[in-house]
Each structure stands twice: as C-alpha cells, then as structure tokens.
C-alpha cells in the first residue's frame, strides 16, 4: 500500500527528471503533459523499487512537510465525507481506471494528452492517436462501473 512518503519520494524523483529532462521536450506536448507522464513514471519507479535502495528519502528530510500536509487536507466536514465517499468509490477501480480518472477528470488533460503520458515519450503520432481512441471507449466503461458501485454504495 503506498504510503504518505512514497508520494513524497515520488514527487522528488518526478521534480529532478523534469530538470534533466529539459533538453528532450520538443515541445509535442504542453509542460503540464509532460510533468504528467514524468510522474506516472516516478510513482512507478517508487513503487516497485525496495524502499531500502532508494537514493534519498525525502520522508527522512526534516521540514514543514506535516504542516503543509496539515493545511491540505484540511476541508469542511461535509465536503470531507463526500470526498471520502468519492475516493473509497474510486480505489474499487483498478490502477489503470483510476489514473485514467485522475488525468481525465481531476486534470482536464486532452485525450492525446493522456495517450502521451500513458505510452511515452518515445510513442509516435499513430500510436497516441490510437490509444486516445482506446481510453475514450475505456473512459465509457470506467464511468458507467462507479455509476454501479455508487449506487451499491446507496444501497447499503
């Protein structure tokens, strides 16, 4: 299960890569895409690596992090329990579905976009305009299974 400090590992590891990365962003897409696919493979690449060989753990650098974290999270009540609601409805999904969401619904990204930061930045144009074509359909079915497990949710 990931952890509080795997986010931070990865968001370390995602902001160092966009530095070095600079050079090879030719500009096919918008920074924000890029950051996007620089992201999903940071988060990967925490996932699956040993905690113990990673380079630096953040979570062990000293900071304001729980304050910050403190003022994020903090929400009205109510909002807070849909929200709640929201994301236990969504983690029923599986990975794909959900970053699917993620970029789709909670970024706005465009569907050549999402394509992108799915397939890499070595994908060609044939491959990211059908892959677009794929997530749409994919987009279909992933909306109408929370619209099922909302209203079993209702139901309990």
Not at 22 to 33: I, M, N, P, Q
Not at 43 to 62: C, D, G, K, M
Not at 126 to 147: M, N
């Amino acid at each position: 299960m990931p952890t509080e400090a795997d986010g931070y590992d990865a968001f370390s590891r995602m902001s160092e890569e966009l530095w070095r990365s600079f050079r090879r962003f030719d500009g096919r897409c918008s920074v924000r895409t890029w950051c996007y696919m620089l992201a999903r493979h940071a988060a990967f690449h925490v996932r699956t690596q040993p905690r113990n060989q990673r380079e630096v753990l953040l979570s062990h650098i000293p900071s304001v992090l729980g304050a910050v974290t403190h003022v994020w999270n903090t929400t009205r009540g109510g909002e807070q329990h849909a929200q709640n609601v929201y994301a236990e409805i969504r983690r029923q999904l599986d990975e794909d579905d959900q970053t699917l969401l993620v970029l789709r619904v909670d970024r706005n990204l465009a569907w050549r976009d999402i394509a992108l930061v799915l397939l890499g930045e070595q994908a060609d144009p044939e491959d990211v305009t059908r892959k677009a074509a794929t997530l749409r359909k994919q987009f279909e079915r992933v909306k109408e299974r929370l619209r099922e497990l909302a209203a079993k949710r209702l139901a309990e």
